[in-house]
């Protein structure tokens, strides 16, 4: 028994490893390809080591292209986003969680099946109404539909709704509002979930390429996967220098995951539980 119990620990760990190499091959060939020469990008067979490593892909995409512009836009647009996405759907899931009202199922069930609406189909009435505020071609334009986020809401109403009431209570008894529960009560105790959802919505709003690129005509303001797909010509395209550019747009979500992981993993697994 203990033979067999081994022998499928190790064909599902030989497994897995062998997705996570199947898995590992585009990210590697992203590297092989942001070094190589344009002359080597498309010999055969394919030279999955360069024999001459060439840097000239990540000088041309600091020089060609308005890279730091279009980074320092993305970086702008995705934190506001976040912040302001878990701002609001967290007093929104507060008050799912804890307050009692008429038609509050409903209400809920209907919010929920929202969801299923894909953006394509809300971007033009979003568009338009953006368009009579004067938002078009602007930073605000890209951030205000972050207020609303369906699927942020969920998960912190899911979460909020098993914190005992006695801690609100108690709370209250000592004289604190509504305002000041939440903000000192609920949100210290959803730590673990809205750090998750900081990860996610960050990748999300990092990157997006549709809305972006409704909204912003401006190549001053564009992000960062609106300029990378600007790369892309009808008669050419230099595949090193697009490597290297997804590549360096690789590393904020690198550098957030990596500072946030512990919460990220242990939210989802209490979310899974939930």
């Known amino acids: 028994m203990n033979k067999n119990l081994r022998l499928k620990n190790y064909t599902v760990i030989f497994i897995l490893m062998g997705i996570t190499l199947v898995s590992l091959i585009p990210f590697f060939w992203m590297i092989s390809t942001s070094l190589k020469d344009s002359g080597a990008i498309m010999s055969i067979p394919i030279e999955w080591i360069p024999k001459e490593v060439s840097f000239d892909s990540y000088v041309k995409i600091f020089t060609k292209i308005p890279f730091l512009k279009s980074l320092g836009n993305s970086i702008l647009i995705t ?4 912040v302001i996405t878990i701002l609001s759907s967290s007093m929104a899931a507060f008050v799912f ?5 008429k038609f509050k199922k409903l209400l809920f069930t209907l919010y929920l099946a929202s969801m299923m609406i894909p953006i394509q189909v809300t971007g033009i009435p979003i568009f338009i109404i953006l368009t009579k505020l004067g938002l078009t071609n602007t930073y ?3 951030i205000m539909p972050s207020v609303f986020n369906v699927f942020a809401i969920f998960l912190l109403r899911q979460y909020m709704t098993n914190i005992p009431d006695a801690y609100i209570e108690a709370a209250i008894l000592d004289g604190a509002n509504f305002v ?6 609920v949100m210290p105790m959803s730590t673990i979930p809205l750090t998750t959802l900081f990860v996610i919505n960050f990748m999300n709003y990092w990157n997006d390429y549709f809305w972006p690129l409704i909204v912003l005509t401006n190549p001053d303001k564009m992000t960062l996967p609106v300029i990378l797909s600007k790369m892309n010509s009808q008669y050419a395209t230099e595949y090193n220098t697009l490597m290297a ?3 360096v747009s690789l ?4 550098i957030v995951y990596a500072f946030s992981q512990k919460y990220f993993i242990q939210g989802l697994q209490e979310g899974g539980i939930k």
């Open 140 to 142: 605000l334009g890209v």
């Open 79 to 82: 934190l506001f986003s976040t």
């Open 251 to 254: 590393v904020p979500i690198l």
């Open 245 to 247: 550019g997804a590549l």
């Open 97 to 101: 969680a804890k307050f009692d009202f």
């Open 180 to 185: 000041q529960v939440y903000r000192k009560v």
